[in-house]
């Protein structure tokens, strides 16, 4: 069974970056999505990579911000987060699916292995 391992978050001011990682090892996966929890609002899709086609998707809120990108050799996917806002303050959370439908890839329920979570704060 994959177990994501997130790290890289932390303290931004508005407009800053962050870059956080999710190393995804220990078993087979096809797909691996970042999802957050911020303040008041259910968990949300934020992006997430089929590693087998490099097919990546965003949500709206962070299309044209942030960046995916992994390196095989590490098991590692990166999000790298430009022009942070406010409002993306939250949890971050990593995912990984062996198999999933492209349907259901903004879909958390459908990811079967999740990460522990880390927090990102961005400061106005």
């Known amino acids: 069974q994959v177990q994501p391992v997130e790290s890289g978050g932390g303290l931004v001011q508005a407009g800053g970056s962050l870059r956080l990682s999710c190393e995804a090892s220990?078993?087979?996966?096809?797909?691996v999505a970042w999802f957050r929890r911020t303040p008041g609002k259910e968990r949300e899709f934020v992006a997430a990579v089929k590693l087998s086609g490099g097919f990546k998707y965003y949500g709206d809120s962070v299309k044209g911000r942030f960046t995916l990108s992994w390196d095989n050799a590490k098991n590692t996917v990166f999000l790298q987060m430009d022009s942070l806002k406010s409002e993306d303050t939250g949890i971050y959370y990593c995912?990984?699916?062996?198999?999933?439908?492209?349907?259901?890839?903004?879909?958390?329920?459908?990811?079967?292995?999740w990460g522990q979570g880390t927090q990102v704060t961005v400061s106005s």
């Open positions: 995912a990984a699916s062996q198999t999933i439908i492209t349907s259901s890839i903004r879909t958390s329920s459908a990811y079967s292995s």
């Open positions: 220990g078993g087979r996966r096809n797909t």
